[in-house]
């Protein structure tokens, strides 16, 4: 098993990594609750809560289903999963868990935040991707007019991350959580990122997953001890995403998943990286890897004026220049500033060369 | 002018209290915001938005106002307020600042608090209670089931209370705030309880107003530093909040202000402390403080066991035998378990009592 310390401004938390944890849910618990109601969703549950369950058998345990996807991180469900808790008679000693991705994760994360005002909750990632979102504390929901809008900063008690649930997960849901693990890897390790582009993402064992989702918690970990609120180095966290979630909200948090994007946006990333400091970054490799593994990289033809606007709503910086985190090499991010004529010349050039191949 | 720090787990802020201070608001920003949105109600804001906004004559000052009263405290209120954020463009160096009661002030903090994952925030309160919600963190909204059940703890960057907007609150406002000032002097300082017995509420100058607001938020103050989380000293505030939240529930949040349900609520609570510790307590002198003040004593004719249920769903403890806050003297105060049969005692001879006088 692998396990990570986080450091946060109110607590410290473990990340457990390995096989089968579920069956043993209950030892990681820190101390007995009054109460404890699994949040989950239709697609998770499915599969593994009744295993959950059985690992908390003695505890007093109910549990609670929101639909699979996107949609649930609304303050409708964050409010009926608040009705939920008060019915289910949840005090200031109950534990919520969360079983499922970054959904869940956010949402049941929130909810705890929030929960007369504050009651524990625990992690129960289910996807590759939640390795990211189960660390660092940020929880939240979606409002109408932007992303996790609404949200705080609450820490879980513990992140239980059995990787035996990943064998379930949809081809695209794979290729989402692994390329942020080569966004880790891309800011922070240039062996890991080398010894990532030789694995197979349909082809993984148990060992690969829980040491390669180990390896870009600790990176994550390490980044959000040093910077918890966002003001420094936890920016770098973004490289890939200022296109990515560009992409993403013209594409409509779909057909594509989150990490298919900001692999494409760690592409453009890397090409402008290579222009502004004049050097050579892997991005033939780290191209061809991605075609290697089925992701998309046939995006329908956007307005280059488009893309920009998203870019600069979704910074919050209409008017001004755009903040972009590059490299000057694998392993050192720096955020640089890229004004507009630069950026329709990149990302015209960047379009053109994604075509071709 | 009245200064009281306040150390809490995050951070210190300080209560301003005195009199002509919204004229000059701006000083006592601790920085430059990109925007501030003041929140403020139908009422307050009738009164005082626009000083308010000379007072900020510079910055960039948007404002939205809810409707008056204890609704307002609802996920609708809080989503349209994270709306009208979104759509005047605050960002995370924007300020909120609360003008009104403890509605606004425990609204727009909670709003604070999870707008983007937390913006800071200054209460303005303009009502005497909200010298107990503006100070100590807490800060919710109420769900269908309950009151307070949404929330966070987060403290405000500063507070700034102006006691020249007291003047023109109701009647049963004034009532309301000061019963929270005499709860505050009965548990932490017998000589303030008897200068606050010589006053009459209707009365007040701005130097009287400023001094006892003053006092009440240095005894509040120095009980939520020793006991952020309520885990022990800080249950001392609810004295005379056993009844006073059973009762409020079943009036109905009207036409009886909180205050002067707490009242009634620490009459008997100084009679149950004089017959647990076989004491004598200033009940009589209470008693006749609040009736020269007008506070209405004349409750309805309510069932004792229906009143012991409300105070057994207020404190979530179906079952077991109810806590109260007693006074083994003024100034000390002690959590105590009372049983069904006694408080059933209890009960019926204060309601008789009350009836009597
Ligand atoms: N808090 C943070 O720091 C942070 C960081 C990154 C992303 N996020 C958030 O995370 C969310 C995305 O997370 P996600 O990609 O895990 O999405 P998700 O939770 O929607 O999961 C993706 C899909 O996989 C299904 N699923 C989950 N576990 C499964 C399993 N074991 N087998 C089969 N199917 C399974 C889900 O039902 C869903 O349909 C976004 O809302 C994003 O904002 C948060
Ligand atoms: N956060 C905490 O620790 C804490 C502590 C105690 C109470 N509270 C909360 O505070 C709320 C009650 O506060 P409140 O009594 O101030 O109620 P409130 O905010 O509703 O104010 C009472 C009434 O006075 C009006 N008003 C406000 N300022 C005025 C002024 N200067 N002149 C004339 N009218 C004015 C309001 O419009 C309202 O109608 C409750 O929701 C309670 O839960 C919170
Ligand atoms: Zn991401
Ligand atoms: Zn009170």
Redesign the interface.
């Known amino acids: 098993m692998n396990v990570t310390k986080v450091r946060s401004?109110?607590n410290t938390y473990k990340v457990y990594i390995g096989e089968g944890l579920l069956e043993d849910l209950k030892s990681y618990l820190p101390k007995k609750y009054t109460s404890i109601m699994i949040v989950t969703d239709s697609m998770a549950g499915s599969y593994y809560l009744d295993k959950a369950k059985k690992g908390l058998a003695g505890e007093k345990v109910v549990a609670t289903t929101i639909p699979a996807g996107e949609k649930s991180k609304s303050?409708q469900t964050f409010?009926n999963l608040?009705?939920d808790a008060?019915?289910y008679?949840l005090?200031r000693q109950s534990l919520i868990l969360a079983l499922g991705g970054g959904v869940v994760g956010d949402l049941a994360g929130f909810v705890a935040?929030?929960?007369?005002?504050?009651i524990d909750f625990i992690q129960v990632p289910t996807t590759i991707l939640a390795h990211d979102s189960s660390v660092g504390g940020?929880v939240?929901i979606n409002?109408?007019?932007?992303k996790?809008?609404?949200?705080?900063?609450y820490p879980p008690i513990n992140v239980v991350y059995d990787v035996s649930t990943l064998f379930t997960l949809e081809r695209k849901e794979i290729r989402s959580g692994y390329a942020e693990i080569a966004k880790e890897a891309l800011i922070a390790d240039r062996i890991f990122f080398q010894s990532l582009m030789e694995i197979d993402l349909f082809d993984l064992s148990n060992d690969q997953l829980a040491s390669q989702i180990g390896r870009g918690v600790e990176i994550k970990a390490s980044i959000v001890e040093a910077d918890e609120r966002e003001s420094g180095v936890r920016k770098h966290l973004n490289f890939g995403h200022t296109l990515g979630h560009a992409l993403e909200s013209m594409l409509g948090y779909g057909e594509w998943t989150h990490g298919e994007l900001v692999a494409i946006g760690m592409l453009f990333a890397l090409r402008v990286s290579e222009d502004v400091f004049g050097t050579t970054l892997p991005y033939t490799q780290l191209h061809s890897w991605l075609r290697k593994n089925d992701y998309p990289l046939n995006l329908p033809d956007f307005e280059v004026q488009q893309i920009i606007e998203k870019m600069k709503i979704d910074k919050?910086t209409i008017g001004r220049s755009i903040q972009m985190v590059l490299l000057r090499d694998v392993g050192a991010p720096v955020t640089v500033q890229v004004d507009d004529n630069d950026m329709v010349r990149y990302l015209k050039s960047f379009m053109n060369d994604l075509k071709k191949i």
Chains 1, 2 share one sequence.
């Open positions: 401004s109110t303050i409010y608040h009705t008060l019915n008679g005090d935040a929030t929960y007369m005002r504050g940020k939240a409002h109408e007019q932007g996790n809008m609404i949200g705080s900063f919050k």
